[in-house]
């Protein structure tokens, strides 16, 4: 008997009728004699309604507090589940993250895993019970209820997965399967029936938010066979796999993008041992993630530093630069919070040359410029202004072909 985690996203727990239609199909494979595991999401909107009423009685609330609130969205489909289930006489009890003992860290609002409880899942299944656990929330080891950053879900079906060491570990969204890139901004985008760990690790640490990027090192570390597919419309989706073993031999796999994106650059800072330190160290002292960083060649022993920041965290890093600039006698900060960032992923062009030259002849012919560049050896990465996201992701779609097999 093959053990299954599948994990249902807010769109598909979405209104009652869908929460029945998840029930009917979870009796059928029953029947079919597989064991299940089944992580719920909270409803479509239901986690923005919440930080909504947060923000309305509290301008910073307590991380917490926060966790308390927010993990009461997937509480309620869980028990609505197990309820409709119970409807048609099969047997499921559903369980909260700390319930469960989904032991992780206190970093609330995106707390880690640290360790799966799995002897209630497991005493569950022997008595042939579906079990519904409730996703994206966990508890640290004083028991506080922490939640996992936004998409987690994903995140706990995995790791669920890889405690119970089950046959597969599917995603059910709203789309079916990963696609070339987000097929609400190219609508020719095209469903890969593969993609590698790395590719996906990539792809969602660039801002393809199919999948929580925690969910993919997860599976990759514990080699767990993962699938996303739509709850929606039948078909194979799209499998997760290792390198060896994916079908594509694509040069590129995918495009991701991210709209939340801002530049800061410090100008005329003096060119000196220590220099990069001195202007980043204030900046992670704030708990303020950097991405890129480029440091162009000094000349009159000056030199221009430019790095950017999620969007979110634009005004509080201008203000920390802006004292920087003047402790080193900079001669001044200017920044851009209108700027996004594009990247072309795939294993394909470790062996490839020209790849980047391809992708910067293909933005130039539409007049787009680039400002910042990086890249490793599965991905390339360009910072452009943020009124071309749409254009830029098209073109590079068009000129490497990714929506023919
Ligand atoms: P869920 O609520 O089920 O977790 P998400 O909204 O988190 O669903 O993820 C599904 C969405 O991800 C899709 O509706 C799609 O617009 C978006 N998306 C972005 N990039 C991709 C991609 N490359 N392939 C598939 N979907 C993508
Ligand atoms: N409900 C949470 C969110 O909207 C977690 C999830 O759906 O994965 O981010
Ligand atoms: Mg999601």
């Known amino acids: 008997m093959a053990l299954i985690v599948q994990k249902f996203g807010g ?4 209104t009652v009728e869908r929460i029945q239609e998840i029930a009917n ?6 029947q079919q004699g597989h064991e299940l595991v089944v992580v719920l999401s909270a409803m479509s909107g239901e986690t923005n309604r919440l930080l909504e009423l947060a923000s309305e009685v509290n301008s910073d609330p307590r991380g917490r507090e926060l966790d308390v609130l927010l993990s009461t969205g997937e509480q309620v489909t869980i028990a ?10 099969v047997q499921a009890n559903s369980y909260t993250g700390s319930q469960v003992r989904i032991l992780t860290d206190n970093t609330h609002n995106k707390a880690r895993i640290m360790e799966i409880d799995d002897s209630k899942i497991r005493a569950d299944l022997a008595k042939g019970h579906i079990v519904v656990v409730a996703g994206f929330q966990g508890c640290d080891e004083y028991g506080n209820i922490t939640t996992l950053g936004r998409g987690g879900s994903d995140t706990t079906a995995v790791a669920i997965a890889a405690a119970l060491k089950a046959e597969e570990c599917q995603i059910y969204t709203d789309v079916d399967g990963v696609y070339t890139t987000d097929p609400r901004v190219v609508p020719e985008a095209r469903r ?3 993609i ?5 690790l990539e792809m969602a640490s660039l801002g393809t938010k199919v999948l929580q990027i925690r969910s993919v090192e997860f599976a990759s570390k514990y080699n767990v066979p993962l699938r996303v597919l739509s709850s929606f419309t039948e078909g194979g989706g799209t499998l997760i796999t290792t390198e060896e073993t994916k079908m594509e031999q694509a040069l590129i796999s995918g495009i991701a993008f991210n709209r939340d994106e801002a530049k800061l650059t410090i100008l005329g800072v003096p060119d000196s041992p220590g220099i990069a330190s001195q202007i980043l160290c204030p900046i992670a002292a704030k708990n303020i993630e950097v991405d890129m960083i480029i440091q162009n060649t000094g000349h009159d022993g000056t030199t221009d530093f430019t790095f950017t920041v999620h969007r979110n965290d634009y005004k509080d890093a201008l203000a920390v630069m802006q004292a920087t ?16 960032k594009i ?3 795939g294993v394909g062009m470790r062996s490839h040359a020209g790849i980047a030259s391809t992708m910067f002849k293909a933005l ?3 007049g787009i410029n680039i400002s910042m560049i990086s890249t490793s050896e599965i991905k390339i990465s360009v910072v452009v202004d943020e009124k071309y996201l749409e254009l830029g992701v098209r073109t590079l779609h068009n000129v490497f072909e990714l929506d023919q097999e």
């Open 11 to 14: 769109t598909s727990v979405g």
């Open 192 to 194: 890969l029936d593969s």
């Open 343 to 345: 990247s072309i992923v």
């Open 325 to 340: 600039a003047k402790s080193l006698g900079a001669r001044e900060v200017s920044g851009d919070d209108k700027i996004t």
């Open 364 to 366: 130039a012919s539409e």
């Open 196 to 200: 590698t760990f790395e590719e996906m």
């Open 25 to 30: 199909k979870l009796i059928k494979l029953q």
């Open 80 to 89: 609505l589940l197990c309820m409709a289930l119970a409807q048609n006489g």
